[in-house]
């Protein structure tokens, strides 16, 4: 039964109640003689009688529109619970309210889930950019509870879980950022993290809410590369300060007399001579390094034989083993070969056994050994001298470090050879390292691809 309907039943149920209480009120007012009369009696009777049932057809009325609306307000609470849910549709005239009303809930109903496919495609949109972003994003209540922690910040803060919902205090323990989260201005700090890394942390309030948005730049490396680049500069300095020094002085005590002295002005020029040759060492290292850092030292690969390389580069350092007694075997076997720039590997080469020779002790021994090492081909170059202590063996390859400066300089090194091997072994997609030797000594390797079609 529809709303229409229920109201006309209850109009006509009014209006009999109303002609039976009109009737009702003029037969009280005639006189009692009249009223034991028969025919005053059955008047009364038929409008009590009328009166009893437009209040029965009122209360039935009233009870069926009262389930009708329990009906559709149990069908709107399943819509609002579930919105691909809708109310079922009412058998009415269009004009009824109950369709009306119907119809109403589920154009609500339509318009919610639209909004929430619409809310579900920009939440998926909003994971996805964070996910691919190389900052960190970390999205904090008014409570400091994470509302969100993308990857990146997963990696920086070293969690494995999605802590979402948790206090952010948990994860990070940094006063300095918690400082900056309850300050009312957006501010940016530098913090080291838990995990060792120095993180740059700009924190900014959310829009239209409260709470926090962190967002946290990985500035490890661009810090070390600061440092080395300030210690490179300082030694560059240092290195070139010592040659130009000693020419500067030479050339003084020249101009001063000396060259009219046969013993002295040789000293001096012999020492203008070999600081000059110094000099120009480390321009042609920084050259080198300078062409490689910026791309420009074109590299050929092609197929070299392991042991021809080996050889050729031993001859370049063979004066130098013979004035220190310093015996160097090879190991390589003939058929042996590596896909790489001969030229590079030459400089390789040389740089490894002549290092080998100069601080291995004297009537020493220098080992050259190539062999198969799965799709590559790994190079030796032991010595059985001092060795080098395991707190300097992880920065032999940067640049101007020197395990014994002292030593280094007198052997005639740049403090740039190492570093120019690493260069050109990754340069050549291969990798190089440096190993203790037993019972003594040091071990220099690379490992480099090796050339198509070679088999030992």
Not at 177 to 191: H, K
Request: charged fraction near 25%; proline fraction near 4%.
């Amino acid at each position: 039964m529809t709303v229409q309907l229920h109201t006309r039943l209850v109009a006509i149920s009014i209006a009999i109640a109303l002609i039976a209480g009109i009737v009702c009120h003029l037969m009280l007012r005639v006189d009692a003689a009249e009223l034991v009369s028969l025919a005053a009696v059955a008047p009364l009777a038929a409008a009590t009688a009328a009166f009893a049932i437009a209040l029965a057809v009122g209360l039935i009325v009233q009870a069926m529109l009262r389930r009708s609306l329990s009906e559709l307000a149990a069908a709107t609470r399943n819509v609002v619970r579930d919105t691909a849910r809708r109310v079922p549709p009412v058998a009415a005239p269009p004009e009824d309210e109950l369709r009306q009303l119907a119809e109403w809930v589920n154009f609500l109903a339509e318009d919610a889930e639209g909004s929430h496919r619409a809310l579900a495609r920009e939440r998926v949109l909003l994971a996805t950019v964070a996910e691919g972003l190389t900052q960190g994003v970390i999205a904090v209540d008014a409570e400091h509870r994470i509302e969100l922690l993308n990857d990146a910040a997963r990696r920086m803060l070293d969690v494995s879980s999605s802590p979402v919902g948790e206090p952010l205090i948990e994860f990070v323990r940094v006063p300095q950022l918690f400082e900056l989260i309850d300050n009312d201005e957006a501010a940016t700090t530098e913090v080291q993290l838990a995990t060792g890394a120095r993180a740059l942390i700009r924190v900014a309030r959310k829009f239209g809410g409260e709470g926090r948005v962190l967002f946290l730049e990985d500035v490890t490396a661009m810090r070390r590369l600061e440092t080395v680049r300030r210690d490179f500069v300082a030694n560059v300095s240092h290195e070139l300060r010592t040659p130009v020094a000693v020419i500067r002085a030479n050339a003084e005590t020249l101009l001063a007399g000396a060259k009219d002295d046969p013993v002295m002005a040789g000293k001096l020029i012999e020492g203008l001579h070999r600081n000059a040759e110094r000099l120009a060492r480390i321009l042609a290292d920084l050259l080198d390094l300078s062409r490689l850092d910026a791309g420009q030292y074109r590299l050929e690969l092609g197929t070299v034989p392991a042991r021809g390389a080996i050889d050729q580069a031993l001859s370049a350092v063979e004066t130098a083993a013979v004035r220190r007694g310093v015996t160097v075997e090879i190991a390589a076997p003939a058929e042996l070969a590596v896909a790489a720039d001969p030229k590079a590997l030459d400089q390789i080469l040389v740089n490894l056994i002549d290092n080998a020779i100069k601080y291995t002790r004297p009537e020493g021994h220098v080992w050259v050994e190539a062999r198969r090492d799965g799709a590559a081909v790994r190079i030796e170059v032991r010595d059985d001298g001092p060795g080098i202590a395991a707190k300097h063996r992880e920065r032999v390859f940067e640049r101007f470090y020197r395990a014994d400066p002292s030593r280094s300089r007198e052997a005639g090194g740049t403090g740039l050879g190492l570093s120019i091997v690493k260069h050109l072994v990754e340069s050549m997609d291969g990798q190089v390292g440096v190993e203790p030797n037993a019972p003594a000594g040091c071990i220099f390797w690379l490992r480099l691809p090796r050339a198509a079609g070679k088999e030992t």
